[in-house]
């Protein structure tokens, strides 16, 4: 669920950008906290040399009274070299102590003495007991060294380090607790910062990852795709070479029974008029007979009209062109129906469409009922026209025998020719049928289909 909030979250026009911001937002708060932490650290550590300097700065103190003290008590002169050194770098120790303190802000105690008055009034009084001891008067100089001022002067300049020391301290706590709360925003924010970027880079590699196998997905389609369209143009190049070889055959067909009929039925019924002239040539005395014959020749006249009449129509139908789709259909299916013995119904509505949509719808009934003919042992036939939705649709169904149409019927391109129909007009034929159970051929195209004209061409002899 995180994974695919931060997925859509991330292809949001405003997430780089904001992205953006809170990097550069973590860096300036790190930026921020390490050069705190620093200043802070480097407080700390003054701290730390303070004290010692301190420390020191008492120690030397010490060490110049011990010398003192000794000198006076022993007269040796090594404590002087002693008490000398000790007071030589008291100064510069008295000079760092006091850089750090007055660096930190920190004011000297109310009513007390700062610390260099009162390191200078100690050494004062140990240069005058000293300059007095040297001088002879030893005994003025050793009571001088006990007299309560002196004591209490030291016991002055330790208070007032302590209290020195105490105000740095507290200042270095706040210090201190800022380093912790900066340490703390540094832990959180390179927390924050770590969880996000591995939150990105789970959704970059899970994207990453689905990328690859969509595109895996996508190749795998695109072959198979390709393996299919490879058979299905295998398949349609073969049965179109088929359909030609079959348009050849049925040409050379037609022409062999146009070729039968033009010398069988015409030439008979020529010659039988031409004997019917000699003979009325003959009977020109004998009225009754002359008009025997001028009724035969006239008979003969009439069938040769009618014969004439049915191979036009066979080859180019004057009714669907004159008298619309409908009624040429009725003619269509009237003739067939009473050469072939069987009842046709039909369920037909007036449609305005394009001649070449009449021409193939006309064909695609016409070989219908030629099939029905040849193989379906049908007793009736219905034949459907109507229009649905923007489609046309036309249905021819017969209550025959029947076929397996998941198995080819080799040798039987009529179905194959219609088939070619139906897609010439933009649609699709669909055919039910079971052994037994008879067939239904239905193809759909759209209204305002407009065939090809090599199609229309190619199709309407066929």
Partial sequence: MVERWASRWLRKRYAFPLLVLVAALLIFVSERTYRNTTVTLGGGIALTDARLQALRLQQLMTDAEAAEAGFLLTKNTQYLSRYAE?????????????????????????????????????????????????????????????????????????????????????????????????????????????????????????????????????????????????????????????????????????????????????????????????RARAKLADPDELAIRLASINNHLNQGIALKRRIVEDLTPSALRQLGLSIALENLCRDRGENLGIVVNLRLVELKLHPAANLAIYRFVQEALTNIGKYAAAGQVSVGLSSNGGLVSVEVQDDGKGFDVEHSRVGHHGLSGMQLRAESLGGAMRIQSAPGKGTQVRIEFPLAAVPAAANTAHLATA
């Fill in 86 to 278: 000790a007071r030589a770098e008291l100064v510069a120790v008295q000079a760092g102590v006091n850089r750090f303190f007055s660096s930190l802000g920190v004011e000297p105690s109310p009513g007390m003495p700062d610390i260099d008055d009162l390191v200078q009034q100690e050494l004062s009084q140990s240069d005058e007991s000293l300059r007095l001891a040297r001088g002879g008067e030893l005994q003025v100089a050793v009571n001088r060294t006990r007299q309560e001022v002196s004591t209490a002067a030291r016991q002055q300049l330790r208070q007032q380090l302590q209290a020195q020391f105490t105000q740095a301290a507290a200042l270095q706590e706040v210090a201190r607790t800022s380093i912790y709360d900066a340490l703390l925003v540094n832990r959180i924010a390179v927390g924050v910062l770590t969880l996000f970027i591995l939150l990105v880079l789970v959704v970059w590699l899970r994207q990453l990852e689905k990328h690859e196998r969509e595109r895996n997905s996508f190749q795998t389609g695109l072959v198979d795709e390709s393996v299919r369209l490879e058979a299905e143009v295998a398949r349609r190049t073969s049965r179109l070479t088929e359909l030609a070889r079959h348009l050849q055959t049925v040409q050379e067909d037609e022409r062999s029974h146009l070729a039968r009929e033009l010398h069988d039925e015409l030439g008979s019924l020529l010659t039988v008029t031409k004997l019917d002239l000699a």
